[in-house]
């Protein structure tokens, strides 16, 4: 077989037909045409081999995590996906590698009817950048800047998977098989929340996506409203898998975990059945796990209310001994 250029590469996995875009994948710039009056919402997310995944990931799940994660942030600001680019460096045009990676990605993007409108293509250690746009009203989007005291806290789905099987393929944690395969999609295979996002427009103070773990990314959302919070550790959401494990470990997964695509949002109380009506129009569990509180600090308090020690740190890329795969 010929070895894969560039430009075949490009139009063999990254070229499809084009839906709402404009002009796609094939000139210097991709044109999208907004809707009069909509407000664009523009996120990136890196993932860097050794850094962001293991070597050993299968390449279809790989290109659904590397679109995952940007949608992930369209759902947090509670924008709809419109389309996307990709910026790759590759080591080898290596057709095995690149016809279910691409699978995997242009399902998701199917899914959410994100269009892949352009990108870049180079040689290098394998990386995976990409840039995605989503549109909302203008003055509605979700912000990290909304929560005030006396909203609840919420969380969407379940949390400390992806941080379990990280710690099994580590060797710190033990799982059996089919537990292991159930966490490591959880890892491998995020459910970016986008319906939940919309719902939520309207109807959240504030919301932020768990990436790098529900107190450090709660704490992003605290310091920019500038309040405190008090979460309940006894209610977090957890599966079976997670909860068969020793408590200490639990707690480190559900609270510093990582890499769980979830959204922690706020709400005033006085939404609770609004917010119950957007988990129930999104499919989607959402659990109420605190509420905002004044002052700054953020507590941890068990279901009797004594007050439990948090994490000593979230994840930051570069402090020393990362603890996780965090994005
Ligand atoms: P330029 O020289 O203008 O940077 P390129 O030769 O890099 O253009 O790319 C040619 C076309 O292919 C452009 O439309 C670009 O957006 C698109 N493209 C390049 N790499 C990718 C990719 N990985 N995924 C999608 N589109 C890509
Ligand atoms: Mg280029």
Do not use: W
Not at 27 to 46: E, F, N, Q
Not at 68 to 96: H, I, K, M, Q, W
């Amino acid at each position: 077989m010929a070895p894969l250029g560039e430009f075949d590469l490009i139009a063999r996995y990254f070229t499809r037909p084009v839906r709402r875009a404009a002009l796609g994948v094939g000139d210097d710039c991709a044109l999208l045409d907004l809707a009069p009056g909509m407000t664009l919402a523009v996120s990136s997310d890196m993932l860097v081999e050794g850094r962001h995944f293991v070597s050993t990931v299968a390449p279809e799940r790989l290109g659904h995590k590397a679109l995952a994660v940007n949608l992930s942030d369209l759902a947090a600001c509670g924008a709809r996906p419109l389309a996307f680019t990709l910026a790759l460096a590759l080591p080898a045009a290596d057709e095995a590698f690149l016809a279910p990676f691409a699978r995997g990605l242009l399902a998701l993007a199917e899914r959410h009817d994100c269009e892949l409108v352009g990108g870049d293509t180079t040689r290098g250690p394998l990386t995976i950048a990409i840039t995605v746009f989503g549109e909302l009203a203008p003055g509605t989007a979700l912000l990290r800047s909304g929560a005030r005291p006396g909203d609840d806290l919420y969380v969407s789905g379940l949390l400390g998977d992806a941080r379990l099987a990280l710690e099994v393929l580590r060797g710190r944690a033990a799982a059996p098989g089919e537990a292991f395969a159930r966490i490591r999609r959880a890892m491998e295979e995020p459910e970016p929340r986008v319906a939940l996002g919309r719902a939520l427009v309207g109807i959240a103070s504030s919301a932020i996506d768990v990436s790098d773990g529900l107190a450090g990314d709660l704490g992003h959302v605290l310091r920019r409203s500038g309040v405190g919070a008090v979460v309940e550790v006894d209610a977090l959401p957890r599966s079976a898998d997670l909860a068969a494990q020793a408590e200490a470990l639990q707690r480190e997964c559900l609270l510093a975990g990582g890499d769980d695509y979830e959204l922690v949002f706020t709400a005033p109380v006085g939404r609770r059945e609004a917010v119950a009506g957007a988990a129930r129009a999104a499919a989607t569990p959402v659990t109420r796990i605190g509420r905002i509180e004044p002052g700054q600090e953020l507590r941890f308090v068990d279901a009797a209310g004594r007050e439990v020690s948090g994490p000593a740190t979230s994840f930051d890329h570069f402090r020393p001994d990362p603890p996780a795969s965090a994005t």
